[in-house]
Structure formats: C-alpha cells, structure tokens
C-alpha cells in the first residue's frame, strides 16, 4: 500500500486528494494536513469584501467531505518536511508518506514594503480571512462618505487579476450606494501597462482594459515601485523603461488595497538547508516537465508555490501568476505520474498549464485564454460582456459544488472543454 500525503487543501490540494484517491482506489491511503479546517473559494474574496457574499456562502468545512472519501485529513501546521527519510511533521506529530505533494500556496510578502498589508495600513483579499475583515473596514468607509482609494499591485507581485477585479467591483458598488463622485479610484501597479497581468498580456487586454478604465474613471500608474503605505497616502516610484525612477507620485488615499509578492511558505522554504535544488531563492518549489522535484522524484508540487520564471523582462519584477485552469492542469499531470509510479513506471504526463480566466467587473466581466499560459502560445484572447459577470457567478457555483461532491472534473466538463481543444495535458 502507498500512501499519499498533500499539505494544502485550497484549489490544488483539494482536488488533487480526491482525483489521486479516485484514481488509486481504497488500497492506497491518502492523507491531506493543511493549517485550515475548512475550504475556502479564494476567487470569491473580491466579493466578499464588499459585502456582497458572506464567510458562509464561499467556505465549507472540510473533514466530512474528506471523510465521506475515506481520505485521511489532519488539521495543523506542516513544520517540518524531511524528504531524505519520506516525513512530515505536524507539530510533534510524525506523517510518513511515500508520495509528497507540495500544495501551500504561498506567503504573502506583505513585510517588503513598508506599511503594506492587514498589519499596517491597507486592507487584503488575498485569504477569505483578510476579506472578511475588509468588509467590515469597507462597510465604515462607505459609511463616512468614502474618499479617495487606491488599489493594484506592488513590485514582484504575481497575482493581478483580483487587483483589477477589486477596482471594477468597488467602482460598481460605490455607484449602487450613490457615493462614487467622492470617491476616486487610482490603480497602481508594478506592470509595465494596464493589461499586462503578468503574462505580457493576453489577446488585446491591454486595449480591455485600458477601456474600461476610462469608462469608469479609474486613472492608472504603471511602472510603479510603491515605496510606502500610510494611513493617508500611497507613494510610489514611477520608472522608465530603463529602470530608473522619473517622477515620484504621492497619492492620497482612504482605503488601499495592493496585492503584495508571493513568496514559498516557512516550510518550504526551509528545504534549501536540506538540498539548494528544493526551491529557488523565493521559496518556490523547483519542478521538472512531469511537476516533480529534480532533487527527490517522490515529491511533487502544485499550485501557487511552484517556481516559475517571469514571462518576460520588464522594467519592474512581475512575477508570473498560476491561474485556476493551469493548476487543473498541474493537478491532473501529477495523479497520473504518481499511478504510473506505483505502478513501476516512469513520470510520463505533462499538463499544458493553459489558462482559462473569468473576471468580474461588478456589472460585467471579462474572459481571457491563453494556451499555454507562457508565451508562445497556440490560441490567445480576450472578450467583455455581461455574460462573463454571469459566467463567473456560475462558475463559483459549480466549483464549490464540485469540492463538495469530491468530483473535481465532471464528464460535461471535460466533454465542453475537449471539445473547444481546451485540455489539461500534452499529448504524447
């Protein structure tokens, strides 16, 4: 009997236990450990900070789905991983595993600039927790009348779909209550143009984007190092293409919100004390074609915490995000490369890492494909409308259904998606 362990259990750990479990059938164990007791929908967060969901409406409690699955599940904090003798340790608890898939997610750098985040003097959506606290900060915003905002990206972030989600969902909001013309919305942004979003953009997101923005009044600096965040004002080092800094901007504000960079989490991160090819200097997990560790071929890794390149130069560090289809992607390459190794054969599935993103806009939305997700790619494109805001609604519907029924790719789906050549591994 095998055991699989995955620590992580948010949109790639989840998912992974459960197809790994399908997969392998009740004659291999599968434990999950994760330092949370429930699942959180993390693309809702925009949402939820604006009161337009609660806790209850994205979350669920994890151990009776998990359990119904017969997939063992430990609620703590993974402290320690000692690949060199297949171990994890909870606290003072020992997990011995035979297969060990890395699905933490990251860490958010808020401590890389100076004022950023929950602890100093902006609000965060990046954990349904972070969200829930800027609801309530908003609700007092909104309360007194507003003021101006600031919201977008720092330096070295990797995540800016939400960043552009939030302004258009505030700016919807603020209109609902009749308050938007006391409220100005600036977007900051480490990108070297609106639309970029990490990926030297999709289709003519650029041109998307840009639009929207003007239609809603939202007015934009790129190329932008945020240097401090106070209670008051946002400022930041507007640079060239060359990297140096031509005009600093202090920029008022009342309420901020700015997607920190990512780094790999504390556990992680102390891999490199056991072999330098773990991770990258960031904390990243280090991955071959098949997401597996070139330093122990039974460790593997999904999600947000993988090690990718950035895409391209830019003037200032944009990292490269890891979207929902492309972790799909991940996920499904490495329940088959694990059953091939049980089976006594060798890591052979590549997943695509297509991204397939929806977008909310408050009042419309906002679909983006790239395939693959780092360029050169096949197919790329963007499209607005109404129906996209709908497809995202829909969409959080049919995820969280799916995490709680344990069927992680349902047929239809598979079956639609095949059929727009839309799929989650290379062919051989």
């Not at 129906?387 to 959080?396: G, R, T």
Request: charged share 20%; hydrophobic share 40%; net charge neutral.
């Amino acid at each position: 009997m095998a055991h699989v362990v995955v620590i992580g259990a948010s949109t790639g750990g989840l998912p992974f236990a459960y197809d790994i479990k399908k997969t392998l059938g009740t004659e291999h164990k599968v434990t999950v450990i994760s330092n949370n007791p429930n699942f959180n929908f993390i693309p809702s967060n925009p949402w939820l900070a604006v009161g337009w969901r609660r806790e209850d409406d994205i979350s669920f409690e994890l151990a009776p789905h998990l359990k119904h699955k017969d997939i063992n599940f430990i609620v703590g904090e993974a402290t320690e991983i000692k690949p060199n003798v297949n171990q994890v340790m909870v606290g003072n608890q020992t997990v011995d595993y035979d297969y060990l898939v890395l699905a933490t997610g990251p860490k958010l750098a808020f401590d890389e600039v100076p004022g950023l985040g929950p602890k100093g003097h902006s609000i965060s959506i990046c954990t349904t927790a972070h969200a829930k606290i800027a609801s309530s900060e908003w609700e007092v915003f909104c309360n007194n009348g507003g003021g101006p905002i600031v919201v977008g990206a720092v330096q070295g972030a990797s995540c800016f779909g939400p960043a552009y989600e939030f302004a258009t969902i505030m700016d919807t909001d603020l209109k609902k209550r009749g308050i938007r013309d006391k409220c100005p919305i600036t977007f900051i942004t480490a990108e070297p143009y609106i639309g970029h979003l990490g990926l030297g953009g999709v289709g003519d997101s650029k041109g998307l984007l840009e639009s929207e923005f003007r239609q809603r009044h939202i007015k934009w600096i790129t190329n932008s190092k945020v240097v401090l965040v106070t209670a008051d004002t946002v400022t930041v080092d507007e640079v060239n293409d060359e990297g140096n800094t031509i005009k600093t901007h202090e920029v008022a504000t009342k309420l901020t919100m700015m997607l920190p960079a990512f780094k790999g989490v504390d556990t992680v991160a102390k891999l490199a004390e056991v072999d330098a090819g773990y991770v990258n200097p960031r904390g990243f997990v280090m991955i071959n074609d098949y997401q597996q560790s070139p330093v122990k071929d039974n460790i593997f890794s999904v999600g947000v915490n993988i090690a990718i390149p950035p895409v391209e130069s830019t003037p200032v560090m944009c990292g490269t995000p890891k979207t929902g289809y492309m972790i799909e992607s991940m996920v499904t390459a490495v329940v088959h490369n694990i059953e091939d190794m049980i089976g006594g054969k060798v890591p052979s599935h590549i997943p695509t890492w297509n991204a397939v993103c929806i977008a909310d806009m408050g009042d419309t939305g906002a679909a983006f494909v790239a395939m693959p997700q780092i360029p050169p790619r096949n197919v790329t494109w963007a499209k607005k409308g109404k129906m996209m805001h709908l497809a995202k609604i829909a969409f959080e519907k049919f995820f969280i259904r799916n995490m709680k029924t344990g069927n992680s790719e349902p047929a239809y789906q598979k079956y639609i998606f095949k059929m727009l050549g839309i799929e989650r591994l290379k062919k051989k």
